[in-house]
């Protein structure tokens, strides 16, 4: 099955600085690539995704950079604001497109960031 | 505008006692799943449906059972509680075509057992 590595575990930085968490994966069918935002507390919402027929998305101060050869993926914040402080969940998945009922997420183990004023 | 409910937000239950945990949908989404969360911890998968086919994973304990009677509703039984079995449970869904993957989560489910 599908094994997805997360680092850093935490991750502190200054207000303003950039932050990078990186993921890989074992799968090679695997294609879809989601990061999730979960605040203390309250649900894993998702906040980027990419698909393995790109190699790059950006969405204002987010983006995700996958190399499907090495198989590992990235998630990029710049300007990072204190409300971005929360875990950050990668995820691997195979999708619809390997056939039968391959629609579950294999999720990495998450990344505590704090952002510090 | 909710479009995954869970409910209770909160439940406690005593060890042993029998509990059910409920999850609906507004999306008309084919594919239900329940995740189990303990704190500290990444989502884990217990089983989902793909319209009325369950699909359980290898490693969730026989304890743990679920139903979907239709489209929009999908119940968690947990047949005898331990400790052990106390967490966020999570309910999400996706639609379930090609291509389409993106899973939207409920708010969870707090269990407590005493």
């Known amino acids: 099955g599908e094994n997805v590595e997360q680092h850093p575990s935490t991750l502190s930085v200054q207000e303003g600085d950039s932050a990078v968490i990186k993921c890989t994966y074992s799968?090679?069918?695997?294609?879809?690539f989601p990061w999730y935002k979960q605040e203390l507390g309250k649900r894993p919402q998702l906040i980027i995704d990419?698909?393995?027929?790109?190699g790059e998305k950006k969405d204002q101060r987010i983006a995700v950079t996958l190399n499907k050869t090495a198989k590992h993926f990235s998630l990029h914040i710049t300007e990072t604001q204190p409300e971005d402080s929360a875990v950050y969940f990668c995820?691997?998945?195979?999708?619809?497109?390997?056939?039968?009922?391959?629609?579950?997420?294999?999720f990495g183990k998450g990344t505590l960031l704090t952002v510090n004023p | 505008d909710a479009m995954v409910i869970q409910n209770p937000r909160y439940q406690v239950t005593q060890f042993g006692k029998p509990v059910t945990l409920s999850c609906s949908q507004t999306?008309?989404?084919?594919?239900m799943y329940w995740y189990q969360q303990k704190s500290s911890q990444a989502p884990k998968l217990l089983f989902h449906?793909?319209?009325?086919?369950?699909?359980n994973e290898a490693d969730t304990p026989d304890n743990f059972q679920s139903r979907r009677p239709n489209t929009s509703f999908c119940f968690l039984d947990i047949r005898s509680p331990g400790l052990g079995d106390a967490a966020m449970y999570l309910c999400?869904?996706?639609?379930?075509?090609?291509?389409?993957?993106?899973?939207?989560f409920g708010p969870g489910t707090r269990l407590t057992v005493t």
């Open positions: 999306l008309n989404h084919n594919v």
């Open positions: 999400a869904t996706s639609r379930g075509l090609a291509g389409v993957n993106e899973q939207y």
């Open positions: 449906y793909y319209d009325k086919d369950f699909n």
């Open positions: 799968d090679s069918a695997s294609n879809y």
């Open positions: 990419i698909r393995s027929n790109v």
């Open positions: 995820a691997a998945s195979r999708g619809a497109n390997s056939g039968g009922s391959n629609y579950k997420l294999t």
